[in-house]
């Protein structure tokens, strides 16, 4: 069956830095675009980025231009954010989406 397990998220003070983790499994990773969103406590789920099949083209959402980039290891059927220069109001829980399926999330705090 599809899985898609995200990692790496937890605790990071203002402006710095994680690496999330998404490991799928169950479809053919390589084939298909995957995509990062977010979801704060009280908010509704948004998308942040998206990543083609072949790492080919990316795509932001505007409040994580510049600090967050995503990539894919078509190797590992794994695709990564790394999430630079974080800000309090990056505090959500990050999901990886793929195939039409959805992970279970990784939680980022940022707070001092």
């Known amino acids: 069956q599809v899985q898609l397990v995200e990692s790496g998220g937890g605790l990071v003070q203002p402006g710095g830095s994680l690496r999330l983790s998404c490991a799928a499994s169950g479809f053919i990773f390589s084939t298909y675009s995957m995509s990062w969103y977010r979801q704060a406590a009280g908010k509704e789920r948004e998308w942040v980025a998206r990543?083609?099949?072949?790492?080919?083209?990316?795509d932001y959402a505007d409040f994580v231009k510049g600090r967050f980039t995503i990539s894919r290891d078509n190797a590992k059927n794994t695709v990564y954010l790394q999430m630079n220069s974080l800000k309090p109001e990056d505090t959500a829980a990050y999901y990886c989406?793929?195939?039409?399926?959805w992970g279970q999330g990784t939680q980022v705090t940022v707070s001092s």
């Open positions: 990543i083609s099949s072949s790492a080919s083209f990316t």
């Open positions: 989406k793929g195939a039409g399926y």
